[in-house]
């Protein structure tokens, strides 16, 4: 057992099914934070149900207070996941209306990534092999989801699509994704791999405007700047990408 583990699962601000489902973790995890108990060893040690336990343990996940890593026999069969505990996460505050196990409203298409790389509230980002029409209908099948786990399973969906691991239909793919997750059974297995890309990309973008506008003023500022054609370049390159973030 690990203390610091289980007094940060102690602090966090979440419904007492989940909360005593964490501490169950935490009791059984190492110093890095991960353990891998079976759903069945949970349910009976918490008194809940396995569908339960699934369900809350996909609530933890989307939360990210919690990563399941699937794990596999010499057979290659499937076994226990490993759970890794987001220890140096900060502790989840609690509102009045809501905790933090629950997400926010389910989001739209096409908003924006912040420049953090990560998810605002209203986003949904679709693997670009998908068309508009079968955006459209991959929004209906996630509408019931909170957004974080919508976004999981498009991202499954997407790692799945890159790695031509799909044979047919990206939408009956997406269907099973969606069947699973409503049994609480799904486990991201390449969604994280592909959120992290997508962070990368993102932090990549950032730094080359960042470097853009540094160079831009060194520009401006040096003899003759006026009349510098790559000044006028790179004045022109930032009036777009301005007008393009007001549209």
């Known amino acids: 057992m690990s203390f610091s583990a289980m007094n940060w699962a102690w602090k966090q601000a979440l419904t007492p099914h989940a909360k005593l489902l964490l501490m169950a973790l935490a009791d059984r995890a190492d110093d890095q934070g991960a353990c891998w108990p079976s759903i069945p060893r949970l349910a009976q040690q918490c008194r809940l149900s396995p569908r339960t336990v ?4 996909q609530a933890l996940v989307a939360a990210a207070l919690l990563r399941a890593e699937p794990r596999f026999r010499a057979d290659g069969s499937r076994t226990s996941n490993r759970y890794y505990l987001a220890l140096g996460a900060p502790v989840t505050p609690r509102t009045t209306t809501r905790t933090a196990i629950e997400s926010p409203p389910p989001p739209s298409v096409g908003a924006p990534a912040d420049d953090r790389g990560g998810l605002q509230q209203n986003q949904r980002l679709f693997p670009k092999q998908l068309s508009a029409d079968e955006q459209r209908v991959a929004e209906k099948l996630l509408r019931p989801f909170p957004a974080v786990l919508a976004q999981q399973l498009l991202d499954e969906l997407s790692g799945r699509l890159a790695a031509n691991a799909i044979r047919f239909s990206p939408l009956g793919y997406l269907r099973g994704l969606v069947k699973r997750a409503r049994a ?3 486990t991201p297995e390449v969604a994280f791999q592909v959120e992290k890309a997508r962070q990368r990309r993102r932090q990549t973008e950032i730094s080359q405007r960042q470097a853009e506008v540094a160079c831009l003023k060194d520009l401006q500022t040096a003899p003759h700047a006026e009349n510098n054609p790559l000044v006028d370049k790179l004045m022109a390159i930032r009036n ?4 393009g ?3």
Not at 54 to 57: A, K, P, T
Not at 240 to 243: E, G, L, M, S, V
């Open 54 to 57: 699934q369900r809350l343990l």
């Open 184 to 186: 609480g059974e799904f």
């Open 240 to 243: 777009r990408q301005q007008r």
């Open 245 to 247: 973030n007001k549209h």
